[in-house]
């Protein structure tokens, strides 16, 4: 993550802790036009990992970023490959669902709507925001296209089950309940 100290709404440093306190470990080089050297200390007391002022040149930069990225132990037991919810998990490695242990073919654009339905599971998620993130459609195209698959996707992990997973939210989009 490369933050800046001077963001529009927060500052660099009250984000970092807000990472650090979700336990996100994630490298951390902050990139700012604050240099003093008691800028430097708290930014690296602050739980950042490198610190780079501005101006800078940009191969300093990038042999920071890939000394971090050495630096860093891969933590797999943090890379999410499986979503559950209810009865119904998806594994993404495998790039299979079973609802009650029942395997569910999917097909390729079903899967990815599911997966996005699934990891914002509690939120509503809004048509547009599927258009944008399923269909990679930045506009909106006038069709029913989004209904379609939430419809079919409804039919191959709802059918046969007591209990519905994909709820619409009347007027505003559909939500998974987490």
Same mark, same amino acid.
């Given at each position: 993550?490369?933050? +800046?100290?001077? %963001?529009?709404?927060?500052?660099g &440093?009250s984000l ?16 700012? =036009?604050?240099?003093?050297?008691e ?5 690296l007391?602050?739980?950042? +990992? ?12 990038y #042999?920071r ?5 050495r630096? #860093? ?8 490959t499986?979503?559950?919810? =209810?009865d119904l998990? &998806? ?9 009650a242990?029942?395997l569910?073919? %999917? ?11 699934l990891k914002n =599971?509690?939120?509503?998620?809004t048509r547009t925001m599927?258009l ?5 459609f930045?506009f +909106? ?8 698959h939430?419809?079919r996707?409804? #039919? ?15 007027? =505003?989009?559909?939500k998974? +309940?987490a």
């Amino acid at each position: 993550i490369i933050l +800046d100290r001077m %963001l529009p709404h927060l500052d660099g &440093m009250s984000l970092l802790k807000l990472l650090r306190s979700s336990n996100i470990t994630t490298p951390v080089l902050f990139l700012t =036009a604050l240099g003093s050297l008691e800028d430097r200390v708290q930014g690296l007391e602050s739980g950042g +990992d490198d610190y780079l002022v501005k101006p800078f040149a940009f191969s300093e930069l990038y #042999a920071r970023v890939h000394s971090l990225a050495r630096r #860093a132990p891969l933590n797999k037991e943090n890379i999410e490959t499986k979503i559950k919810c =209810a009865d119904l998990e &998806m594994d993404l490695i495998e790039r299979s669902v079973r609802r009650a242990g029942q395997l569910i073919e %999917l097909q390729p654009t079903e899967f990815r709507l599911l997966e996005y339905l699934l990891k914002n =599971a509690g939120r509503i998620v809004t048509r547009t925001m599927l258009l944008e993130t399923v269909w990679d459609f930045h506009f +909106d195209p006038k069709t029913n296209v989004v209904e379609t698959h939430i419809s079919r996707l409804r #039919a191959k992990i709802d059918r046969g089950f007591a209990t519905e997973i994909i709820k619409t939210i009347r007027g =505003a989009g559909y939500k998974i +309940d987490a």
